[in-house]
């Protein structure tokens, strides 16, 4: 958001032009055949200092409820301090604040910076905004100023009343009545837009996690049974995918497939690691199936794919796909041609499932470049001896917090999951590669949602308990029942059903004195489930709204301030 930086400069001019005013005022009062015109002069600077004034508070008003340092606040309107304008999210803040009006409050601070100016111009001030006859150190040379109203008073004489200047004075009147309806009325609006934004935005994680529950169904359907009667396993990347106004309905999911390698002989299996990404879009009833012959005359159907840029953090660039694409009724065996991983970028085909087609893509990735050594749990990582830095903490929590509304309550994710339900791919050279994965196996018949453990006392919403453990065991750097204290249990001085919860509460009330305050609020929400809601059900779309906001709002603010919003 380029031009924001005029308001500092527009601030910083208007002390400058009234200092002007004074002096010309005091000219003029010490000139005896210019007495006259003193009320001019006290008219004017009166008008413009009301209208200047009106413009300092809309500033204050634009940016106090952003919640700036005070040191930041001070350069900004008390140093005015140009460059401080021009900060990232600052900038971001306020666009934010103003909603689409944001581009014509920066025209309008441009178009009053003019005024200004040609207003300085017309009182004949120098670069530095100060009349001629004002020295550098602020003293006043009396012979200059004499000799600037003799020489000059004769051109500009009672010109302040005249239509021109009083249609300036008019004009800057204007824009700053303006952008002070602007900013308050933009203000006012503020919580509707936030409650619209949040309401799609919770909408369209639902649509995400339907469309994920979607596809485990339909690689279930392909990969259990399978003729090459091997175990395949699906591990399904965990994306923070960015903000959506829920009108694009379509989302790519990355997996990188592979088998159940505990479960099968190694020389036996047809293939191995393959990076793909699957969008889901609906059948259309006018859409029609073209079969063809292929060499083996097996009839094929093709559809007219979708292609869409992924709604993911890292979109993959793809090649052109192809105007048809064939529909894949094994596959395994489509993924058993290695040579079309080589054109990465290219539509394998469409899995079709009645109302709904998944277009498959071959992606580039680590296993595509022989780089996977084995996958680890998160939970290994978290006890390993090598420590997380700052940016894979604030990474994976909001990595965690993004997928538990992507997948709740869908066979990707257990409802009382933990950090051993997540995976992290290790490099031949044991370097710990950067996305995060769950992982399902497709062995038998019939496939087991998930393994359904017991449930935790005390908890109203185990997925959300859970991801205020990985949280806490992320920070801590510890699984959280090694972090357990002789407080921590019952009166017998025994574990019971509610130790876990004990450690978890304890832990969640003192995390703030270590982690940052966006960080500790989003582990305490978690575990105490405290979101001012009557429900605490992700089902529910007011608390899907509320945990957004509560929980992934804060821990992407953290995110980006490591990161700088790069992965």
Known sequence: MAGLEVAGVVLGSIPLVISALEHYGEGVAVMKNMRDFEYVFDDIQTQFAASVGIYVNSCYQLLGPLNLPDEQMNELLDERNIRAWSEPKLQ??????????????????????????LFCKKLKLDDDLKPPWLGSDGSIDEKARRKFFKSTWTK??????????????????????????????????????????????????????????????????????????????????????????????HTRFAFLLTFEKSACIPQSLPWDWRHIEIESSQSLVTQQVIPITTESSRKTAHFAPSIIVSSSTQATSRSASPSLA?????????????????????????????????????????????QVSEPASLNEMICGARSITTRQKCTLALTLASSVLQLHDTPWLPRSWDTKDIFILKGKSGSILPSAYVSRTFDSPTVSPAVVKGR?????????????VALLEIAHGAPLMSLLTPEDLNDDGQQDSMTEFRVATRLADEIHEAESENYARAVLRCIRCNFDSFQADFGDQEFREKYFEGVIMPLQTDWEFVTGGKT
Not at 93 to 110: E, F, H
């Open 456 to 468: 935790r006392s005390c908890v109203k919403n185990e997925h959300l308990f859970a991801l205020g």
């Open 92 to 117: 971001s803040g306020v666009q934010a604040r103003l909603g689409p009006n944001t581009k014509v409050y920066i025209s309008l601070m441009a178009k009053l910076n003019k005024r200004i100016r």
């Open 326 to 370: 064939a529909k894949i009724d094994n596959l395994c065996g489509a993924l058993m041609d290695g040579s079309q991983f080589f054109q990465i970028g290219c539509c394998l085909g469409v899995l079709d499932d009645q109302q709904w087609q998944h277009h498959v893509y071959a992606v580039a990735g680590p296993g595509s470049n022989d």
């Open 156 to 249: 500009i004489k009672g010109g302040f009343d005249a239509a021109k200047y009083a249609t300036l004075l008019e004009g800057i009147d204007r824009d700053i009545d303006k952008i002070s309806k602007l900013t308050s009325g933009g203000l006012q609006l503020e919580p509707l837009r936030a409650e619209r934004k949040n309401r799609m935005q919770s909408i369209y994680w639902q649509n995400v996690r339907h469309q994920a529950e979607r596809l485990f169904d339909s690689l279930s359907a392909r990969f259990n049974p399978c003729a090459c009667n091997q175990p395949h396993q699906a591990n399904l990347r965990l994306d923070v995918r960015k903000e959506n106004d829920g009108q694009d309905e």
